[in-house]
């Protein structure tokens, strides 16, 4: 049965990157989980979370056209939800106040270097 995007498997960690680990999977294909998919928490030093030979559980979140599989540590926890992006209801006033005045001021300045340089070549 060919290997699908969202098929939960078994695999071996046969090499540690800094960047991932390459997992040899169960049914014969390899794949790489990258850094930012084997924990929730962020991970500085992935060997601190990973060894040669370890067993892992991995979702296939990637097939790509030359063939290279995407692999997710963290996906495959059947407890896991996507974080969602936090509502912009939560804006400051005061900041967005700031905000425009600084980038009136910035304007302002910029509109005067402007000016500067163009006396200064003509």
Request: hydrophobic share 35%; net charge neutral; charged share 40%.
């Amino acid at each position: 049965m060919p290997l699908e995007v969202g098929a939960v498997v078994e695999g071996v960690v046969t090499r540690v990157a800094p960047y991932g680990a390459f997992v040899q999977l169960d049914s014969g294909e390899s794949g790489l989980v990258h850094i930012s998919e084997v924990d929730r928490n962020f991970v500085r030093e992935i060997a601190e979370h990973l060894r040669e030979n370890d067993r892992v559980t991995v979702k296939v979140v990637g097939i790509k056209e030359d063939g290279k599989i995407d692999l997710s540590i963290k996906q495959a926890d059947p407890d896991w939800k996507p974080e969602r992006p936090r509502a912009r209801k939560d804006r400051d006033p005061e900041f967005e106040q700031k905000l425009k005045k600084f980038m009136k001021q910035s304007e302002e300045n910029l509109v005067d270097w402007r000016r500067q340089r163009e006396s200064k070549r003509g």
